[in-house]
């Protein structure tokens, strides 16, 4: 059973760039494609982007496409959410998250979750 632990998160200011850091333990990571999430307060949890095992194939939300890019590297068992140009709707509890199924986009599709970071973005 793989276990994620996030981290990276913080206070910015708009504009400004931001990478998460997702790190898994157990020696399955590369079996699972993964994802990113978040969650803003009073609001539901919504797909941000997720990576093949292999990381050669990727997939975005619109609202952050062209401006995060999720990488992974297996023998690190880490992936990472490069988040430039970040503007204040980015604030929110960011989640990465493990899946035995690629593409996927649903959180329910996700098995295991890390315990989130929080990105706050002012303007």
């Known amino acids: 059973q793989v276990q994620l632990v996030e981290s990276g998160g913080g206070l910015v200011q708009a504009g400004d760039s931001l990478r998460l850091s997702c790190a898994a333990s157990?020696?399955?990571?590369?079996?699972?494609?993964m994802g990113w999430f978040r969650q803003a307060p009073g609001k539901e949890r919504e797909f941000i982007a997720t990576?093949?095992?292999?990381?050669?194939?990727?997939y975005y939300a619109d609202s952050v496409k062209g401006r995060f890019t999720i990488s992974r590297d297996n023998p690190k068992n880490t992936v990472y959410l490069q988040m430039n140009s970040l503007k204040p709707e980015d604030t929110a509890v960011y989640y990465c998250?493990?899946?035995?199924?690629?593409?996927?986009?649903?959180?329910?599709?996700?098995?295991?979750w890390g315990q989130g970071t929080q990105v706050t973005v002012s303007s």
């Open positions: 157990g020696r399955t990571f590369s079996n699972y494609a």
């Open positions: 998250a493990a899946s035995f199924e690629f593409p996927r986009w649903q959180t329910h599709s996700y098995a295991i």
């Open positions: 990576c093949h095992w292999s990381g050669g194939s990727t």
